[in-house]
């Protein structure tokens, strides 16, 4: 999909919750990234918490994501605007980077298994997958946070899935990933996901 493709959205208006959460997720995996590595954030949002964390560690980072205003570089990192998860290829090299992250995002997107499998093309072999998303325990949570006004009701109200570990295990097993790890963390309403391409010549 072009970028003339890619339909304007609406401010969030983030509050304190929202960012709050955000900055949770960000320490929980920054320390699966390591120093110099060349990192694609897929999902990045409006935010460049992650991108100051990559290039604090020596690495590179790009971000994708439909509400990236202008593409292109900013600083030492790279912008690309594009709608995510929804079959379409990302437009980035294969083989590409390091490590792929999606921060809150498989929920979100119509084709998981297709983003996944984007990340292991974006990844070289050995590369590594890290995502986070919210466990089925956090559905009523959020939703009365929404109720309250503390994070934004529109990004709740687009969540289109909540995934428990085994199916996130069968999506990354399909798309071609091993060493599939998970845990689950803030009182069992997130978890983690880590994964590896495998090296080449593995037969895998």
């Known amino acids: 999909m072009s970028t003339t493709d890619v339909?304007?959205?609406?401010?969030?208006?983030w509050g304190w919750g929202d960012r709050l959460t955000r900055f949770f997720r960000i320490g929980k995996i920054l320390p699966f990234i390591r120093h110099g590595e060349r990192v694609v954030d897929i999902g990045c949002g409006q935010s460049n918490a992650v991108m100051a964390a990559v290039e604090s560690r020596g690495g590179s980072y790009v971000g994708v994501d439909p509400l990236v205003e202008k593409?292109?570089?900013?600083?030492?990192?790279?912008?690309?605007?594009?709608?995510?998860?929804d079959g379409g290829?990302?437009?980035l090299p294969d083989t590409s980077f390091d490590v792929a992250i999606s921060l809150a995002?498989?929920?979100?997107?119509?084709?998981?298994?297709?983003?996944?499998?984007?990340?292991?093309?974006?990844?070289k072999?050995?590369?590594?997958?890290?995502?986070?998303?919210?466990?089925?325990f956090a559905k009523p949570v959020l939703e009365a946070l929404v109720v309250l006004h503390i994070i934004n009701k529109q990004e709740i109200a687009e969540h289109k899935h909540y995934f428990n570990?085994?199916?996130l295990r069968d999506l990354v097993t399909r798309a071609g990933f091993s060493d599939?790890?998970?845990?689950t963390w803030q009182l069992l309403m997130n978890q983690l996901v880590t994964a590896k391409k495998p090296p080449v010549g593995t037969g895998q």
């Open 125 to 136: 072999p050995g590369g590594r997958l890290i995502l986070t998303t919210p466990t089925r």
């Open 105 to 123: 995002v498989l929920e979100h997107v119509d084709d998981p298994l297709g983003l996944i499998a984007e990340k292991f093309r974006l990844l």
């Open 89 to 91: 290829r990302i437009p």
């Open 71 to 85: 593409e292109g570089m900013r600083g030492a990192a790279e912008f690309v605007r594009h709608i995510v998860g």
């Open 7 to 13: 339909p304007p959205k609406p401010n969030r208006n």
């Open 180 to 183: 599939f790890k998970h845990e």
């Open 165 to 167: 570990r085994a199916e």
